[in-house]
């Protein structure tokens, strides 16, 4: 099923493409919400379709016995889910759950393959996202190790303001503590703390950015090293 899209394509790798290949690449995606708790795909479960979202986000989420999920990724519209599918592995690495409402194009696994075969523009626009997605995974495991709570906390919100394209979104405590792999009354105490700097507003899981570029001062150094590594890549 084709969709028509509005004249200004927001998902990033899909504006990479010339504008013969994004013209053909969009005949064969479908454009779906993003619905708050979805699972789109499950550990070692076959990938069905692929997601390039234009407005929300997504979190890749690891699960061990005995322990609560942790995200260990983001997704948005800088990029996709489903990349791996260009390593020839048709099994998801990692569960997906959106974690932000909003839309995506879609498309299935079977098609999503066939244009990597006939594009080698995507293919190599994949082969550096997908550079980006491991830097991703590996600062992330680095700063749960290393870094405080509350600057990991102002991380993630900046990775989430960039995502949401908005200054308020809802994010429960408990959301919050499982994302980040802590207790409820951490996030307490560090949501308390840049709430007492007027960084963000924060009532009853509804959040506010107030001040940006302070909230950018407060995170680890993760926030910016992700960022650089994409602009790199992605200029």
Not at 25 to 52: A, K, R, T, W
Not at 101 to 111: C, K, N, V, Y
Not at 160 to 189: C, P
Request: net charge negative; proline share 3%; charged share 15%.
């Amino acid at each position: 099923m084709s969709v028509v899209i509005p004249v200004q394509v927001t998902n990033h790798l899909i504006r990479c493409l010339s504008r013969e290949e994004r013209n053909r690449f969009l005949q064969h995606c479908e454009s779906v919400n993003l619905v708050f708790g979805e699972i789109l795909c499950e550990l070692d479960q076959p990938i069905q379709h692929v997601y390039f979202p234009l407005v929300g986000f997504i979190s890749l989420v690891i699960s061990m016995e005995d322990h609560q999920p942790l995200e260990v990724g983001l997704i948005g519209n800088e990029g996709m889910l489903g990349a791996t599918l260009a390593l020839g592995i048709a099994d998801a690495p990692l569960k997906a759950v959106v974690q932000g409402s909003g839309s995506a194009l879609r498309m299935t696994a079977a098609q999503f393959q066939h244009e990597l075969r006939n594009s080698p523009s995507m293919l190599s626009t994949l082969n550096r996202y997908l550079y980006v997605l491991v830097m991703q995974l590996s600062q992330t495991a680095a700063c749960t190790h290393f870094h405080e709570i509350e600057p990991r906390l102002a991380r993630w919100l900046l990775m989430t303001h960039d995502r949401a394209h908005a200054d308020h979104f809802h994010l429960t405590q408990e959301y919050l503590a499982d994302m980040l792999g802590v207790r409820r009354s951490s996030i307490t105490i560090a949501a308390g703390k840049l709430q007492q700097q007027k960084l963000i507003s924060y009532i009853r899981g509804d959040i506010n950015i107030l001040d940006r570029k302070a909230l950018e001062a407060a995170s680890c150094a993760c926030y910016n090293v992700l960022n650089d590594h994409y602009v790199r890549l992605f200029p």
